[in-house]
């Protein structure tokens, strides 16, 4: 297969996303760290980070040997698997666990240097911040195109010659997403049970009980807590997104494949069209960070609008490069996906809005959960899970308008559902969310700035700097808060669409793994055709996939099911780990004489071992269970079983993660308000209150409602990789 001039394109800007993130993380490192004190606790947060890092990823290298071996005999053994397949998951998992390997790296040098910045300017912290969190992004893209290029080239080395080509090259590489999604949940999992369990247990024990301030070196979890905005939310955020922007652009041109498999000449350009939009998205990307830039005693509002000047001006030069892009492949109604794309990048804007509106105290919804404080932590608790549940509307309501939209404008408005319709239109769905994720370089240096600007309130306060620097980098963290809750809206709105698009690229996998056992269906027209040639109407009607089928409503009660289990297990995990923090800081506050009165240090690495041991144990079953659910439904309810656990897994998924996300981040943001001096300030009874719901919301939104996005793609992965298997004993 000739590969066309444009595609090097995409390996040209995995190379410079990356040579743009090692330069930013030079610039940050010749930056100066500050007091022997700011280096000191800096280097406690960076070496407890990296032994926790290097610990979770000994358990995780053991799960992908023993599942790579199960693939590995699933295609040489029973022949039921492309031979590519374990190599590809190894290859997945690889990367996205380097993306956040980087990403944290960067985090743990920048914390204290962004605090030493904010020492001199709001405008320097900010820059150090943000660039830090550049890296994350940058990193991201790279490796993830990076990987699609070195893939496409290999595979199409070996599989050439018909419109069959296409399809499997695509298909096979979706499984490398499967690595990744694996390494994802592992490490939003593992990391999310390790950072609450310090958070919760530093709150309730120091600010609650001892009424001590946040970060204080006095309060023996503050290292693990600071340890822990690390390895959650960088490293499993770096690795999630890792996993959300390959899946996109791998399911689109897998859609691209099939729904263009009757025209050669389209066929190729419909596969690497996305690619492109990636690569030309990074470069966009690049040049919106270098935007970002604010005012010293910049306000909330201030501070946002420097972050949406560089997000929204990279959203803007994409939608605009993509006539061009389409236009210039010569690819079939071009401006239709065109559109398609705007729809994505548009439906992403609104889900940033509506969080930001949901969880930032400049509004009212936050600004009225700070208000309850004043009767209580119980109005506070029911003022957030109402705000979290309405503010899901927004959300669901965008991804029902995008979809359709996108649908629409791919297939040229074309309301018949044939079946020529229904596959340009399901390629337009899925070519939305790479319009979503085109500018993740910098949509996720927003969100990967947020633990860098904790980490650096938490230094400077470890550190007893001013309280000019304090109010600084309470600002800094306070945007951070909002930015993190826009990020992870932003997360969850690409997961259902590429969710959705995968759905689709699940029963292309099943088609080709029929076509390799030489099973055969019966199209609508009661002829015995080849798997291959079958729509997905045909496709449909011979596996049943309606909802007077038992088996898909059953399929989609185990899917809702799954999401709720799911967020049970992760969040009683977090109870457990952070009942033991509790625990050993009494004993501490007990047994050490002096440490409130400042006299002893505390016992901080006791602290640090408690969250690695229980994230380590905690981690492994919620994980396991969602790569064994879709199996199992696979071999117990089959094709048409399978479709309605992805169905009931995306759409009770998707509402709940919106839900935890932002009725954590607008607990933390409500907390965040009252220590400004509002409804009495520090120390107050609204601000116990608050605390109460900061640490309630703590799992939410860092733990559970996170970690969702990831198991809706993953079931959707394993239901791919799966197929064969379905097939042979489904």
């Known amino acids: 297969m000739n590969t066309p001039l444009a595609f090097w394109l995409v390996p040209i800007a995995s190379i410079v996303a990356l040579g743009m993130a090692w330069c930013f993380f030079r610039q940050m490192m010749s930056a100066d760290e500050g007091t022997p004190r700011m280096r000191e606790i800096a280097g406690h947060v960076r070496s ?114 018909d419109q069959m080509a296409l399809i499997t090259i695509t298909t096979t590489m979706l499984t490398f997403g499967m690595g990744a999604s694996t390494q994802a949940l592992f490490a939003r999992v593992g990391g999310g049970i390790y950072t609450k369990a310090a958070d919760v247990g530093a709150d309730i024990v120091g600010k609650v009980e001892a009424d001590i301030p946040e970060d204080d070196p006095r309060n023996p979890a503050t290292i693990a807590d600071n340890v822990g905005d690390n390895v959650g939310d960088v490293a499993g955020m770096g690795a999630d997104l890792y996993e959300s922007y390959c899946g996109s652009i791998l399911s689109t041109a897998a859609l691209g494949a099939t729904a263009f498999a009757m025209a050669p000449d389209m066929q190729l350009k419909a596969v690497i069209a996305p690619m492109l939009i990636a690569a030309v998205g990074v470069f966009l990307s690049i040049f919106g960070i270098f935007l970002v830039r604010t005012k010293e005693g910049a306000t909330m509002k201030d501070l946002l609008h420097s972050l949406s000047v560089g997000t929204n001006v990279s959203a803007v030069f994409i939608a605009g490069a ?116 085109s500018t993740l370089g910098i949509t996720l240096a927003t969100d990967a700035y947020g633990p860098i600007a904790d980490n650096a309130g938490g230094n400077a306060e470890m550190s007893e700097l001013g309280e000019d620097v304090r109010h600084r980098t309470d600002a800094l963290d306070a945007l951070g808060n909002t930015t993190a809750a ?114 002893a240090t505390p016992d901080y690495g006791s602290c640090v071992e408690i969250s690695t041991r229980a994230a380590q144990a905690e981690m492994i079953f919620p994980s396991l269970l969602a790569i064994a659910i879709p199996i199992v439904v696979g071999c117990v309810l089959g094709v048409a079983g399978v479709l309605g656990l992805l169905v009931g897994g995306l759409t009770c998924g998707f509402t709940l993660a919106v839900f935890m996300a932002n009725a954590g981040g607008a607990w933390d943001n409500a907390k965040k308000m009252v220590e400004e001096g509002n409804f009495g300030g520090k120390g107050s009874f609204a601000h116990k209150a608050t605390i109460v719901g900061d640490t309630v919301g703590d799992p939410f939104k860092d733990t559970s409602g996170p970690s969702l996005n990831i198991l809706i793609k993953l079931m959707s992965m394993v239901s791919i990789v799966m197929a064969g298997l379905t097939i042979a004993f489904g």
């Open 48 to 161: 407890g980070a990296m032994a926790y890092l290097k610990q979770q990823y000994k358990v995780v290298t053991i799960v992908f040997v023993v599942l790579a071996v199960i693939f590995s005999f699933m295609a040489y053994v029973l022949e039921v698997q492309n031979p590519w397949v374990p190599f590809a998951f190894l290859t997945g998992g690889f990367f996205s666990g380097l993306a956040g390997f980087f990403g944290m790296k960067t985090a743990t040098y920048a914390s204290a240097r962004t605090a030493n910045a904010a020492r001199k300017s709001l405008d320097g912290g900010l820059k150090i911040a943000f660039r830090s969190g550049a890296v994350m992004g940058l990193t991201v893209v790279g490796l993830g195109l990076l990987d699609i290029a070195i893939w496409f080239l290999v595979l199409s080395h070996f599989y050439h010659g």
């Open 322 to 437: 993509t006539f061009a892009i389409l236009y210039l492949l010569g690819i079939e109604n071009w401006l239709g996906l065109s559109f398609s794309v705007i729809t994505g990048l548009l439906s992403g804007v609104v889900i940033g809005q509506a969080t930001e509106y949901y969880t930032s105290h400049s509004y009212k919804p936050t600004q009225k959960i700070s208000e309850a404080g004043l009767t209580g932590s119980a109005t506070v608790i029911i003022k957030g899970i109402g705000t979290g549940m309405i503010s899901t509307c927004i959300p669901v309501v965008t991804i029902g308008v995008a979809i359709m939209l996108s649908y629409l404008f791919a297939n040229g408005f074309d309301t018949e559902m044939s079946a020529a319709a229904l596959s340009k239109g399901l390629y337009g769905i899925g070519i939305a969310a790479v319009g979503m994720l």
């Open 486 to 599: 826009t990020g992870k809206g932003f997360a969850i709105g690409s997961a259902a669409l590429t969710a959705l698009a995968l759905l689709a690229s699940y029963i292309e996998e099943v088609k080709i793994a029929m076509e390799r056992t030489g099973m055969q269906l019966t199209n609508l027209k009661g002829e015995v055709i080849n798997a291959a040639q079958a729509t997905i109407p045909d496709f449909m009607n011979y596996f049943q996939v309606t909802l007077m089928n038992p088996k898909v409503l059953v399929g989609a009660f185990i899917g809702g099911m799954a999401a709720f289990l799911f967020c049970g297990l992760t969040m009683e995990a977090v109870g457990r780990a952070a009942q033991k923090m509790v625990e050993e800081v009494r004993r501490q506050f007990r047994e050490i004489k002096g440490i409130l009165e400042g006299k």
